[in-house]
């Protein structure tokens, strides 16, 4: 483990209440600047502390993982930990042959962008978009300050109430399939939730959507998460995972 504290030094002098959150092996500049009171917790004990909470629901549970932004484990020079850990055994079906397996995403910084948390968020294997359910969790007694402990414990419990939830998810989702929308909204809610961004790669789907009268709640969510999935980086599409979910519950009503 080679990220740790630093004291930085005010007017010449060691402070002892300031510190930089540094990892020398991967840059030299320091991921943010903390007080005495900032408590580091290493990726490495991050992932530790889940692979044991998914023991501890079942030992023979199998599932693979996946880091997320880059080909290295760690964003930003290593200052953001992104980690997807999917269920194969764990899938349920919405309709005919589109099947969706249960997954859960952690995230974890030294930048200060976000505290340690973990969110479940499945995959739909037709076209491997990630499903935001809105169901997050840390498993944590507190932020990254002083007393802050991962409790593998909690996250087990966490972790099984997330996998419950997703099978809950079964049913609204084929709610959604049987939920008729018309297709004139479509580029109006594209608009509005992405604004200046870009949606080459669902260009041909948007297209032939628009040659129809209506389509299917499930159809729009899939077209939304799909713009997030492949044409943005993780940390910018979970900025808009509330936002999607919002509007199709609106739509839905």
Not at 44 to 72: F, P, Q
Not at 105 to 123: A, G, I, M, T, W
Not at 210 to 232: D, G
Request: hydrophobic share 35%.
């Amino acid at each position: 483990m080679s990220v740790q504290l630093v004291p930085i030094k005010i007017n010449d002098e060691i402070s002892k209440k300031y510190f930089a959150v540094t990892d020398f092996e991967k840059t030299d500049e320091p991921y943010s600047i903390v007080t005495d009171r900032y408590q580091l917790v290493p990726h490495e004990t991050v992932i530790e502390s889940i692979d044991k909470a998914i023991s501890l629901i079942d030992s023979t549970l199998e599932y693979n993982t996946e880091d997320l932004n880059t080909k290295s484990a760690y964003v930003k020079n290593g200052a953001r930990l992104y980690r997807r850990y999917t269920f194969p055994s764990i899938e349920l079906e919405v309709t005919e042959g589109d099947i969706i397996r249960c997954g859960i995403v952690c995230r974890n910084s030294y930048d200060k962008s976000c505290q340690f948390f973990v969110e479940l968020k499945s995959s739909r294997l037709a076209c491997w978009n990630d499903l935001p359910q809105g169901y997050t969790f840390s498993g944590l007694s507190g932020k990254h300050t002083k007393g802050l402990d991962i409790n593998s414990d909690s996250l087990a419990e966490n972790i099984s109430s997330a996998i419950n939830t997703f099978k809950d998810n079964g049913d609204i989702w084929r709610q959604w399939h049987k939920k008729k929308v018309s297709t004139s909204l479509i580029p109006k809610i594209i608009d509005t939730i992405f604004e200046s961004q870009k949606h080459k790669d669902a260009a041909v789907e948007l297209h032939n959507l628009l040659q129809r009268k209506e389509t299917s709640l499930w159809v729009i969510f899939n077209l939304l998460t799909r713009i997030t999935t492949h044409e943005m980086s993780y940390d910018l599409a979970c900025r808009f995972d509330s936002i999607i979910l919002n509007t199709i519950k609106q739509l839905n009503k």
